[in-house]
């Protein structure tokens, strides 16, 4: 019962963090950003530094689950 709610809560964390990835503002312009000459880095607004956040803290949830169902520690 708790390997499938775990694994259910696994696909679940999956999904959004792929949303909250596709959420995310492009940061530079790609390989042609890299001979640019003269481009500064900005400081992440406070809206971008929630998601950024959130962001991590479902990817720490995701990997978690990842290791806890792989190893099969709850049988």
């Not at 694994?7 to 940061?27: D, E, F, N, Q, R």
């Amino acid at each position: 019962m708790i390997i499938s709610i775990l694994s259910w809560a696994w696909v679940g964390t999956g999904a959004l963090l792929i949303l909250l990835v596709l959420l995310h503002s492009p940061k530079g312009g790609g390989m042609g950003g890299i001979a640019a000459s003269g481009s500064t880095m900005q400081a992440a607004s406070s809206g971008e530094a929630t998601l950024n956040r959130i962001t991590w803290i479902c990817l720490a949830i995701f990997l978690s689950l990842a290791v806890i169902l792989s190893a099969r520690w709850l049988n």
